[in-house]
């Protein structure tokens, strides 16, 4: 019996020893949806297993992974060589239509760039794809760009603080904003040192706006408030 079993196990050692690749067994589809999972949880580790293997290296680079691709560890603005290659990445990302690189591109061009219509083109194929953080600039854009489009922009807000029921979420989306916000230059004119707008024009809710700004508020008009404050509150005051 014993030899019986050695003498399998010897077999399929050199089976698989005799294989060049073991991915060359799988699927290319099963390959690249999982290289994907990697990416989007660290494309760091996408790097890494970039390295690895002749076949990962191949696959790395499609689409369906750039478009998946985390970018959560990445600076926004690059410092560094390291940075720097990081940044190249990201405009890949970005040029594939991956949602996050989008939404930081779209950032950029509308704070820092003043590339406007560009930026807003950026946020708006990202919110498409359902990027939270895209949509809830774009809101913020709209409720910024006045009367016409200000409407709209407050019922994006207003939308997606009634959907985020877990206050965290919005939160963590206005964090996140704050982030790539702080690191770069916010050079847009239109946006410094203007005077703050209001959604809300009673007079008896104007006190609340600033305090609590996780409490729920009745009126609509006064949770876009709150985003706005927030907007202002990490903007710099002038150029
Ligand atoms: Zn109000």
């Not at 089976?15 to 099963?30: G, Q, R, V, Y």
């Not at 996050?100 to 704070?111: D, P, Q, T």
């Not at 794809?129 to 709209?152: N, P, R």
Request: proline share 3%.
């Amino acid at each position: 019996m014993g030899v019986g079993i050695k003498a399998t196990k010897k077999t399929n050692f050199k089976k698989t020893n005799n294989k060049k690749n073991i991915f060359d067994s799988i699927p290319a589809e099963l390959i690249i949806d999982i290289v994907a999972r990697v990416a989007a949880s660290s494309s760091r580790d996408l790097f890494k297993a970039k390295l690895s293997c002749e076949t990962l290296h191949k696959f790395a680079d499609d689409k369906y992974i750039i478009q998946r691709a985390s970018l959560d560890k990445f600076p926004v603005v690059p410092w560094t060589l390291n940075d720097h290659k990081q940044a190249i990445f990201s405009d890949r990302c970005a040029d594939s239509e991956n949602p996050e690189a989008l939404c930081r591109r779209g950032i950029v061009r509308y704070f820092e760039k003043m590339e406007m219509n560009s930026g807003i083109e950026c946020l708006l194929k990202a919110a498409k794809s359902g990027h939270l953080e895209a949509m809830y600039v774009l809101g913020l854009i709209m409720i910024l760009h006045g009367e016409e489009t200000k409407e709209q922009g407050m019922k994006i807000i207003i939308d997606m603080k009634n959907l985020q029921t877990k206050r965290k979420n919005i939160q963590k989306i206005r964090e996140s904003f704050s982030t790539t916000l702080g690191s770069i230059w916010v050079k847009n004119t239109m946006v410094v040192g203007q005077a703050m707008p209001t959604c809300c024009t009673r007079q008896d809710h104007a006190k609340s706006i600033g305090l609590n700004k996780l409490a729920d508020l009745e009126c609509a008009a006064c949770s876009c408030d709150q985003e706005i404050v927030h907007l202002w509150e990490i903007l710099p005051k002038s150029i």
